[in-house]
T-cell receptor, first 110, second 115 residues
């Protein structure tokens, strides 16, 4: 059974701080996605990474896919209150359903 | 472009009662997914449809859960009878195709509380 472990589970920081959340697995994925979910809403896709070692940037967010395609990280620079939410990683192996991690709940206070 | 619509947004029922959820995907999206998200966990796929056919229902508790997408557009998910452990948010998502290259768009979910 494929499992995705996310850490930390909870993160509470001040506006302007930097942070990194991690997504780890013992399985190899063909692609990995990061989602952000706000209370009362469904997850919204932030990025998809497909190549080992790939780095993608989305404004203040930097996503990295591990060389072996088993792990990923999300780094946020100068966090803002609007970044508050649940960050989920989801891995896909070809032909199978997306497997979601439990998520990292981020709270950014001003 | 309208997003994925779900109703109701909230539902409270007693255990052993029945409940149904409705989802209308983004127009033209062939693939529809139902997920269960228990508090503190990520979404877990219950069933995936491609048009009106089932692609994956391996994690659907078929003794109490059923889903249909008769005309290949909107879908309903039913629980009969409900158990306490079914309390969760039920998310519907749609995509234009299958696989990781196709972005899944999620609806706001239905929050079910079973008392």
């Amino acid at each position: 059974t494929q499992l995705l472990e996310q850490s930390p589970q909870f993160l509470s920081i001040q506006e302007g701080e930097n942070l990194t959340v991690y997504c780890n697995s013992s399985s190899v994925f063909s692609s990995l996605q990061w989602y952000r979910q706000e209370p009362g809403e469904g997850p919204v896709l932030l990025v998809t990474v497909v190549t080992g070692g790939e780095v993608k940037k989305l404004k203040r967010l930097t996503f990295q896919f591990g060389d072996a395609r088993k792990d990923s990280s999300l780094h946020i620079t100068a966090a803002q209150p609007g970044d508050t939410g649940l960050y989920l990683c989801a891995g896909e192996e070809a032909g199978t359903a997306l497997i979601f991690g439990k998520g990292t709940t981020l709270s950014v206070s001003s | 472009e309208a997003g994925v619509a779900q109703s109701p947004r909230y539902k409270i029922i007693e255990k052993r009662q029945s409940v149904a959820f409705w989802c209308n995907p983004i127009s033209g999206h062939a693939t529809l997914y139902w997920y269960q998200q228990i508090l503190g966990q990520g979404p877990k796929l219950l069933i995936q449809f491609q048009n009106n056919g089932v692609v994956d229902d391996s994690q659907l508790p078929k003794d109490r859960f059923s889903a249909e997408r008769l005309k290949g557009v909107d879908s309903t998910l039913k629980i009969q009878p409900a158990k306490l452990e079914d309390s969760a948010v039920y998310l519907c998502a749609s995509s234009s195709g299958q696989g990781g290259g196709n972005e899944q768009f999620f609806g706001p979910g239905t929050r079910l509380t079973v008392l």
